[in-house]
């Protein structure tokens, strides 16, 4: 793995990053869009990652899908793409854990997920008790309550507090799977990303994810949370929701719907092509739009 750290800092790169739980849909091909004209706009790089860390969840071939998907929509990684299953990502997310193991922020929980239904901030019960290795147990990293700000490119000045909306949060879970919130930060870290792009449904991961970065010694990202597209009940599109994959057959027409949606008013251009419209959006790329909302309507 190249060393980003030797980057200049005014070198922008972003990243999409999708779980392979099913093809793309509208919402999941906004985020792709969104992230991939920041990094084009800035002149960066914009990478594409496979967050498959969450094997129960992963769809056999979905993976291979989104690529062909992208590719389909013109957007190619600017890097070879990286899986988090992975044995090398693997390896790199045990480094992080053992340094957080090191400096004694960790514990085992015994908590069953029954215990905890209803409970939305971890009341910190097993951060004094002492389990044995072979209980069922998840690893929680013990955080502080502490105040994060954070500038958000497209939802302004933000504060979160952990303490306030999780409480101390799994990094592994009882099955030995690491968790999201720990791969993420390390993966970004060691992708050198300089702003991380996503929807605004995850953004009160945010403080837990700059407690990672702090506790490890990272690198700090931007972050820019663009509004996330919601279906007539104000549901997030979501695979999950059931959206709709996207077609392969008409990715100019779909795009300028996306566009279309994120406020950019695109023309109709003469020429009709994927590229041409690519081209366009990044030449005419208005992020300024969609500031401060924090959902959009697909319906409208
Ligand atoms: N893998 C997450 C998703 O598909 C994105 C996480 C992120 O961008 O930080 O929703």
Redesign the pocket.
């Known amino acids: 793995m190249k060393k980003w750290s030797k980057l200049s800092k005014s070198h922008y790169r972003g990243?999409f990053?999708?779980?392979p739980t099913g093809d793309l849909h509208l919402g999941?091909l906004t985020?792709a869009i969104v992230s991939y004209l920041q990094a084009k706009v800035n002149n960066g790089h914009w990478l594409l990652r496979i967050?498959d860390i969450d094997e129960t969840r992963n769809i056999a071939g979905a993976h291979q899908q989104i690529i062909k998907t992208l590719d389909r929509y013109g957007l190619h990684s600017d890097e070879t793409v990286i899986h988090q299953t992975s044995k090398y990502r693997q390896l790199a997310y045990q480094q992080a854990y053992q340094k957080l193991k090191e400096k004694k922020l960790t514990y085992r929980c015994v908590c069953t997920r029954k215990q905890l239904s209803g409970v939305n901030t971890y009341p910190n019960t097993c951060r004094n008790q002492i389990y044995p290795t072979d209980s069922m147990h998840s690893i929680r990293v013990k955080t502080t309550h502490q105040y994060f700000k954070f500038k958000d490119f497209f939802q302004g000045h933000q504060v979160q507090n952990i303490a306030e909306q999780s409480g101390d949060f799994n990094i592994i879970r009882k099955d030995g799977l690491f968790c999201?919130q720990l791969a993420?930060v390390i993966d970004d870290a060691d992708q050198g990303i300089t702003e991380?792009v996503?929807?605004t449904d995850?953004m009160d991961?945010t403080s837990r994810q700059m407690y990672l970065i702090e506790q490890l010694n990272l690198a700090q990202p931007n972050y820019a949370h663009f509004p996330v597209l919601t279906d007539s009940n104000g549901a997030k599109l979501s695979k999950q929701n059931h959206s709709k994959a996207i077609t392969h057959e008409n990715p100019y027409e779909t795009t300028w719907a996306v566009l279309q949606l994120l406020r950019q008013k695109p023309p109709q251009l003469k020429q009709k092509t994927q590229s041409a419209l690519l081209d366009w959006a990044i030449k005419n790329w208005q992020p300024e739009n969609l500031f401060k909302q924090t959902e959009i309507n697909s319906l409208c």
Do not use: F, L, T
Request: no cysteine; charged share 20%; hydrophobic share 35%.
């Open positions: 990243r990053a999708p779980s999941s985020a967050e999201y993420v991380v996503r929807g995850i991961s």
